[in-house]
């Protein structure tokens, strides 16, 4: 039954206005694009003249104009949505200026492409790697401008891989990303609910869904895979078994969520790093990661970390892992509040370097701001 066209005349009146307004925008966002362009040509030209290379990306810059967003959003949207909206437009502009290209661990449809999606908007051009160190060796080698990889989950601790591979690397550090995790139960068009027999999923999601599976699926066998987006993928083409994933695999594989968030803890949360080899410059709310070699001996992680009360530097993660040289030495890898240019961060830094054997400077970053 056709609806019937409104004759409300308050109604009528708010469609014109929201049409003017709409007309208004992307006025405005076709001015932005120009002037991103402009920028793009002003970047090439100070290149060919030798006097500074061309930088597209800024994360910093990035990092303060969504800040702004937010502090001046006055609803009723809330911060973290306008700032998408930004996000996005943000994206599309600066792939006028020249369209990024972003490695992953992947396969597609993983929660590390989603982060990456996040950080960077829908307009790069996205690259899936099957392991950590291929998105190092690509960022390394110039094949992509950044890469994205996971280091730590609020549930199952760091990714250690992540932090190994630094200790032979020499990219930096751009920005992090934090990714609300949710796990969603899902099946293929064949699958017949009543006969499923096997879940599949990424040995982590298995973990954090352990209650919920425990009390709604005890006897269905679980088998770990390499990621989720291959667990959804095997789920495809199967009659008996179901997957453990998220949304954006379930549309990639075109999958049926059957049972949404089923992770054991709502504030599941993993946090990504983008690697690159620029080095940024402050944006006013940084974050800085290290790695530092110590000598064994008692009291060495005290004196390693009086340095950093003594000048009022809030450490936010420290990490030990196994020297690559053996004989039982450790490395330790730190995340603090603050930029390396900070001034009290650099007076910490003197006397670290001081009592440390080597410090490895991973950058300065944008705190994530969506």
Same mark, same amino acid.
């Given at each position: 039954?056709?609806?019937?066209?409104?004759?409300?005349?308050?109604?009528?009146?708010?469609?014109?206005?929201?049409?003017?307004?709409?007309?208004?925008?992307?006025?405005?966002?076709?001015?932005?694009?120009?002037?991103?362009?402009?920028?793009?040509?002003?970047?090439?030209?100070?290149?060919?003249?030798?006097?500074?290379?061309?930088?597209?990306?800024?994360?910093? /810059?990035?990092?303060?104009?969504?800040?702004?967003?937010?502090?001046?959003?006055?609803?009723?949207?809330? +911060?973290? $949505?306008? =700032? @998408?909206?930004?996000?996005?437009?943000?994206?599309?502009?600066?792939?006028l200026e020249k369209p990024l290209e972003v490695a992953y661990l992947g396969p597609e449809g993983t929660f590390t492409q989603q982060a990456a999606l996040k950080h960077f908007g829908q307009w790069v051009n996205t690259k899936p790697l099957l392991a950590i160190d291929e998105v190092f060796r690509d960022v390394e080698a110039g094949a992509v401008n950044y890469g994205v990889v996971p280091?730590?989950?609020?549930?199952?601790?760091?990714?250690?891989?992540?932090?190994?591979?630094?200790?032979?690397?020499?990219?930096?550090?751009?920005?992090?990303?934090?990714?609300?995790?949710?796990?969603?139960?899902?099946?293929?068009?064949?699958?017949?609910?009543?006969?499923?027999?096997?879940?599949?999923?990424?040995?982590?999601?298995?973990?954090?869904? /352990?209650?919920?599976?425990?009390?709604?699926?005890?006897?269905?066998?679980?088998?770990?895979?390499?990621? +989720?987006? $291959?667990? =959804? @993928?095997?789920?495809?083409?199967?009659?008996?078994?179901?997957?453990?994933?998220?949304?954006?695999?379930?549309?990639?594989?075109?999958?049926?969520?059957?049972?949404?968030?089923?992770?054991?803890?709502?504030?599941?949360?993993?946090?990504?790093?983008?690697?690159?080899?620029?080095?940024?410059?402050?944006?006013?709310?940084?974050?800085?990661?290290?790695?530092?070699?110590?000598?064994?001996?008692?009291?060495?992680?005290?004196?390693?970390?009086?340095?950093?009360?003594?000048?009022?530097?809030?450490?936010?993660?420290?990490?030990?892992?196994?020297?690559?040289?053996?004989?039982?030495?450790?490395?330790?890898?730190?995340?603090?509040?603050?930029?390396?240019?900070?001034?009290?961060?650099?007076?910490?830094?003197?006397?670290?370097?001081?009592?440390?054997?080597?410090?490895?400077?991973?950058?300065?970053?944008?705190?994530?701001?969506?």
């Amino acid at each position: 039954m056709a609806t019937k066209p409104t004759n409300n005349p308050e109604l009528l009146k708010l469609r014109d206005e929201i049409d003017a307004i709409d007309a208004e925008i992307q006025r405005l966002i076709s001015a932005r694009a120009n002037c991103a362009k402009r920028v793009a040509d002003v970047k090439l030209e100070a290149r060919k003249s030798g006097e500074e290379d061309a930088v597209f990306y800024r994360p910093e /810059r990035e990092a303060q104009v969504l800040q702004r967003v937010m502090e001046r959003n006055d609803g009723p949207l809330d +911060n973290e $949505e306008m =700032a @998408k909206l930004f996000r996005e437009i943000m994206s599309a502009c600066l792939a006028l200026e020249k369209p990024l290209e972003v490695a992953y661990l992947g396969p597609e449809g993983t929660f590390t492409q989603q982060a990456a999606l996040k950080h960077f908007g829908q307009w790069v051009n996205t690259k899936p790697l099957l392991a950590i160190d291929e998105v190092f060796r690509d960022v390394e080698a110039g094949a992509v401008n950044y890469g994205v990889v996971p280091v730590e989950n609020s549930t199952e601790g760091v990714v250690n891989h992540t932090l190994d591979t630094f200790l032979n690397s020499n990219l930096k550090i751009c920005g992090e990303v934090e990714l609300r995790i949710h796990q969603h139960l899902m099946i293929g068009k064949n699958t017949q609910k009543k006969a499923i027999s096997r879940i599949y999923s990424h040995q982590q999601s298995l973990a954090q869904c /352990r209650k919920w599976l425990d009390a709604h699926m005890p006897h269905v066998e679980r088998i770990a895979v390499n990621s +989720n987006a $291959e667990a =959804a @993928k095997r789920v495809h083409s199967e009659w008996n078994a179901a997957a453990i994933a998220g949304e954006m695999a379930a549309e990639l594989y075109d999958l049926e969520i059957i049972s949404q968030k089923i992770e054991d803890r709502p504030d599941n949360s993993t946090r990504f790093l983008i690697i690159g080899q620029q080095y940024v410059q402050r944006s006013g709310q940084d974050k800085t990661s290290l790695i530092v070699s110590m000598r064994n001996g008692p009291g060495v992680l005290f004196n390693l970390l009086a340095a950093f009360q003594k000048y009022n530097v809030d450490l936010t993660r420290l990490e030990t892992r196994p020297s690559p040289s053996g004989n039982w030495a450790y490395v330790f890898f730190i995340d603090f509040k603050g930029h390396l240019e900070d001034e009290n961060v650099q007076k910490a830094m003197v006397e670290v370097r001081e009592r440390a054997v080597e410090v490895k400077e991973l950058g300065s970053y944008p705190v994530a701001v969506l």
